[in-house]
């Protein structure tokens, strides 16, 4: 590994490459900033893409943000902030139409208007959407606005730290993957967006990079970090974690269990399968638990599509058709789909304010590694997207605001992380980093999963923190300097351990259930003593402190219950 | 569970410059795919091995590669449908240097692609007015319109282009395709203009017409479709050189 001396500067520096970090790009960017991603992937590699049902706006004559907003702050089980949920809602039709004037190909209705389908847990038809690969097209489509403005992209660059600046510029050190260099770079504001962590729990809709290496940075960095303890597990993932949108069920797919009963009747009679991403998912599991799903691999309800027809599904759910093929083994057009709940999303994440800021000057975080928070303990579907392109922009327009004055740091850092890297090339690689993963997997969903309680978390704590002493130990069998694979995934590890313990140390003290934070042991949602967010940060000494924030609340007083 | 020979071409430049095949047997079951092999050498016989990957849902486009002499998606392609009473042989894409075992330099293909300037300009139609696919193009241009907005950039039409392994100036399938979606979209301010830019030297006229593309795409992207249809769209715009 060799280390580049000297810190290379920019007007402002983004980690993470997804839509978030693109949108930050592009504003920061007309906002005159000299600004720069760095990715540990190409940009097209991001996870974004994958999203495939859509993006919420209220921009329909019989709707208003105002709804949109009340939507999700009852979807977030009352725990989003209610004055970023206002953000959110009432910027969000404003963004829409800028990506429309990116050129992201929106479906239209045959009277030329932007299509929008039924999403879960909201009123309206509020959900905008590209085919089925909305993400894909937010992402192809932002990419090719950075590409047209020339902005500077660091790809597969690693960053493996972040240092708030002290009396100079915040900065961090970056791993170039295929060159083997380590270096230092610094900014007056730096912003994380390196998206979310699912992959801590192994059966997840997440790409495989999602590990949580922003988050982690930030922790380590003694950033908050805030609600760690809230997955998303989405209701309908191919036995393998792949996603089926909800969409799917926006489109009217149904939810049967092996008895061929629409089970859903039995926990949302109302809203069927277009209750909130966590009822369903329950629903779903319960299901299984009880005897009621199919057997085989684990248990599995179907997903049923047949009934829309051929071209229904060829018109508005032609990647979903793609994938339950490919990957699912089976064509909805003539079979169900197997399915069954998969982690699907990090509400958790970088404490901000709604201007993107963090408690540490000149570091900013936007999207799934932020939480800002607009989610709560229950994201809504539609809702990431749009929380990716919001926050994402006004991220961008105040990284490059961010006041210039002050000075890079000394290139100290580098050579801190450099040593750091070269120590760990140089451990014995008999030891792999892979079964510790795998286990870490399996504690978080036994433990973390749709059902918790109190001996299984406690259990799950002692086992993560024993994972990560010995994860402290093992090597890799690559020293080699060029695109040494081996220490990429050690590095994740590191920050998924991390992850996993944050997730961890916010849960056992969180006693009741709150969106997809359910426990058996404590059935009920506890305003008196948790509407609160669960904040983490990283002691002198390296241990876990918590403590708890207010939920800013303004006019929507949180109930007792959250029903449908 | 029934074993595969995985016949890997591996070039590790901290090494040494010569490339070099090398074997190894994995076991598999239903459902494991390419990809899903290679993590299982990587993880526990050779941690040294390079490959990309991120969604192994076929659609973030890192894990193209050659298997059985044919680009695809490692994440795609299922070991059940490979004859695998047989070495498969995995090798890194063609037309781009290769940086190790199957990891290859993207620079050359975002480069070409970079070159049709694949952005939208402002300037065109305001997506505020209404307006659909159908009353802007005819039935085939619109199905590949859509078509060019499902392409992954996965790199796959770029490597077993024939034309592109013989005259580099040749920007290669996906960035034709590219300018298809950029010439089609409903909001495109200067078609024309760009149009004529690709019929220069390079452009979609170098095409050779063999159709690799449209074989290896994972997406059925039909990349040479996209060709053709600019080529005759060129000629009636009087744009296409003589």
């Not at chain 1, 750091?420 to 999963?449: N, Q, W, Y």
């Not at chain 1, 969180?510 to 997809?516: A, H, K, L, N, T």
């Not at chain 2, 301010?189 to 795409?217: M, S």
Request: charged share 25%; glycine share 10%.
């Amino acid at each position: 590994m060799k280390l580049c001396e000297g810190v290379t500067t920019h007007d402002a520096l983004i980690i993470g490459s997804g839509l978030a970090g693109m949108a930050a790009a592009i504003e920061a960017h007309d906002a005159g900033a000299d600004v720069a991603i760095l990715s540990k992937v190409h940009p097209l590699r991001s996870h974004s893409q994958a999203a495939q049902g859509g993006i919420n706006a209220a921009i329909r004559p019989d709707d208003d943000w105002r709804d949109h907003r009340f939507d999700t702050i009852k979807g977030s089980a009352w725990l989003a902030d209610q004055d970023a949920v206002s953000v959110l809602c009432r910027e969000a039709p404003d963004a829409i139409w800028w990506l429309a004037a990116c050129g992201v190909p929106f479906t239209r209705t045959p009277d030329g208007l932007l299509a929008q389908r039924p999403f879960g847990g909201q009123r309206r038809h509020r959900t905008c959407y590209a085919a089925d690969k909305t993400g894909h097209d937010l992402l192809h489509t932002l990419y090719e606005q950075v590409q047209r403005r020339g902005i500077a992209v660091y790809e597969e660059h690693f960053v493996t730290r972040l240092v708030p600046g002290e009396g100079s510029w915040p900065s961090l050190v970056a791993w170039d993957v295929c060159r083997g260099e380590v270096r230092q770079l610094a900014a007056p504001a730096i912003l994380v967006a390196t998206g979310g962590a699912g992959r801590v729990y192994g059966q997840s809709s997440n790409a495989l990079i999602n590990t949580g290496d922003g988050v982690a940075l930030a922790w380590r960095a003694g950033l908050p970090v805030e609600d760690m303890e809230f997955f998303q597990i989405h209701p309908t993932g191919l036995l393998n974690g792949i996603l089926i949108t909800e969409g799917a069920r926006g489109e009217g797919a149904w939810l049967v269990n092996a008895n061929g009963e629409r089970f859903m009747e039995r926990y949302a009679p109302k809203f069927m399968e277009l209750a909130p991403r966590d009822q369903v998912a329950r629903a779903i599991q319960t299901e299984i638990d009880q005897g009621r799903g199919f057997p085989g691999s684990g248990g599995y309800v179907h997903l049923d599509l047949r009934h829309l027809g051929e071209e229904k599904i060829a018109a508005r759910l032609p990647q979903i058709r793609e994938i339950a093929i490919a990957f699912g083994g089976v064509d909805p057009v003539k079979e169900p789909i197997p399915v069954r709940p998969t982690v699907h999303y990090t509400m958790g994440g970088i404490a901000t304010d709604t201007e993107a800021r963090t408690e540490c000057p000149g570091v900013f975080a936007a999207g799934e590694a932020a939480c800002v928070s607009v989610h709560g303990a229950n994201r809504l579907g539609g809702n990431s997207l749009l929380e990716a392109v919001v926050y994402g922009r006004r991220a961008g327009r105040n990284i490059a605001a961010a006041a210039r004055d002050g000075r890079p740091p000394s290139d100290a850092a580098a050579a801190d992380e450099h040593r750091r890297i070269t120590g760990i090339l140089a451990r014995d690689g008999t030891r792999r980093p892979a079964a510790i993963r795998a286990e870490m997997e399996a504690v978080m969903r036994r433990s973390f999963g749709l059902f918790r309680s109190k001996d299984l978390m406690r259990q799950g704590l002692q086992d993560i923190l024993r994972l990560r002493e010995r994860a402290a130990t093992v090597g890799v069998q690559d020293k080699g300097r060029t695109f040494n694979h081996d220490l990429f995934l050690l590095l994740q590890l590191e920050a998924m351990l991390d992850v996993a313990w944050m997730c961890a140390a916010g849960a056992l003290p969180r006693q009741e259930s709150r969106g997809c934070h359910y426990r058996n042991d404590f059935e009920r949602l506890d305003n008196e003593r948790f509407l609160k967010h669960t904040i983490l940060r990283r002691g002198p000494d390296g241990a876990m402190e918590l403590s708890y924030k207010d939920v800013t609340i303004e006019d929507i007083r949180p109930q007792a219950e959250v029903k449908y | 569970m029934p074993t595969a020979t995985l016949r890997i071409r591996r070039l590790n430049p901290d090494a040494s410059p010569q490339p070099y095949w090398q074997d190894f047997q994995v076991e598999w079951g239903q459902g494991d795919a390419v990809l899903a092999a290679l993590h299982a050498i990587q993880e526990s016989q050779d941690g040294s091995l390079a490959y990309r990957y991120s969604c192994r849902g076929a659609i973030c486009g890192s894990c193209a590669m050659r298997i059985n002499g044919q680009a695809a998606l490692a994440c795609k392609t299922q070991l059940a449908r490979l004859d695998t009473t047989k070495p498969i042989v995995l090798e890194p894409l063609l037309n781009s240097p290769v940086i190790k075992d199957l990891v290859v330099d993207q620079g050359p293909f975002f480069a070409s692609l970079c070159s049709v300037m694949p952005w939208l300009d402002p300037g065109g139609r305001d997506p505020r007015e209404p307006y659909t696919l159908d009353g802007l193009m005819g039935r085939n241009d619109r199905d590949q319109f859509q078509r060019s907005t499902d392409c992954i950039m996965c790199q796959s039409c770029f490597s077993d282009c024939p034309k592109r392994g013989q005259a580099p100036r040749f920007i290669g399938p996906a960035a034709c395709l590219a300018a298809f979606k950029r010439i089609h979209h409903p909001q495109t301010p200067d078609a024309t203009e760009r149009l004529r830019q690709v019929c220069g030297p390079g452009g979609i006229f170098d095409c050779d017409r063999h159709a690799n593309c449209v074989k290896v795409c994972p997406k059925d992207c039909r990349p040479m479709r996209a060709i053709v249809f600019l080529q005759r769209q060129a000629k009636e715009a009087g744009v296409a050189p003589e």
